[in-house]
T-cell receptor
Framework: KAGVTQTPRYLIKTRGQQVTLSCSPI?????VSWYQQTPGQGLQFLFE???????NKGNFPGRFSGRQFSNSRSEMNVSTLELGDSALYLC?????????????FGPGTRLTVL | AQTVTQSQPEMSVQEAETVTLSCTYD???????LFWYKQPPSRQMILVIR??????QNATENRFSVNFQKAAKSFSLKISDSQLGDAAMYFC????????????FGKGTTLSVSS
């Protein structure tokens, strides 16, 4: 099976702009989660989607949003970028049944905000 | 709130030797999962091993094994016969046994392997 894919791999934006990151889960996986990784804060949970519904959300401002499509692909959007949004954004997918618990990660998107 | 603590920011080991990475966690839940993930310089997060809290038996995957002490809330990773390719950042993570819940990560341990 192909793994989790994320596009683009690298992105450079300026403050105030917005950005959209994409994630395609492993075939058959219906749950997609997003994490932000920074040297200072480590790995922090952004949100989780299942069947196009957001089931869980981390403690991030409303500038961070996401969605999931019927084919389970997910996008996350960050509006009005700030310097502190520079990070590695990781997407992870997992399969049912409920509670299986293992998430498999993509290679990440490195976002740099100038 | 659940927390995961990795008290060793850096560890080093020689090739073919054994190293143990420590992890403790705090939770009031009785049913959960614990994981070790490896993140090499490529930044791809790779699952190393997983443990279900209800299982008494320690998980093993080839050269990787864990020592799961539920009462002590301890979950250490032992790497045997270390190889150069084991050099990476290792993250311990916790997840409640409920759909939609997030992984909670420790701060990570950087493992270096010397020949």
């Amino acid at each position: 099976k192909a793994g989790v894919t994320q596009t683009p791999r690298y992105l450079i934006k300026t403050r105030g702009q917005q950005v959209t990151l994409s994630c395609s889960p492993i075939s058959g996986h219906r749950s997609v989660s997003w994490y932000q990784q920074t040297p200072g804060q480590g790995l922090q949970f952004l949100f989780e989607y299942f069947s196009e519904t957001q089931r869980n959300k981390g403690n991030f401002p409303g500038r961070f949003s996401g969605r999931q499509f019927s084919n389970s692909r997910s996008e996350m959007n960050v509006s009005t970028l700030e310097l502190g949004d520079s990070a590695l954004y990781l997407c992870a997918s997992s399969s049912l049944p409920v509670g299986e618990g293992t998430q498999y990660f993509g290679p990440g998107t490195r976002l740099t905000v100038l | 709130a659940q927390t995961v603590t990795q008290s060793q920011p850096e560890m080093s080991v020689q090739e073919a030797e054994t190293v143990t990475l420590s992890c403790t966690y705090d939770t009031s839940e009785s049913d959960y999962y614990l994981f070790w993930y490896k993140q090499p310089p490529s930044r791809q997060m790779i699952l190393v091993i997983r443990q279900e809290a209800y299982k008494q038996q320690n998980a093993t995957e080839n050269r990787f094994s864990v020592n799961f002490q539920k009462a002590a809330k301890s979950f250490s990773l032992k790497i045997s016969d270390s190889q150069l390719g084991d050099a990476a950042m290792y993250f311990c993570a916790y997840r409640r046994h409920q759909a939609g819940t997030a992984l909670i990560f420790g701060k990570g341990t950087t493992l270096s392997v010397s020949s």
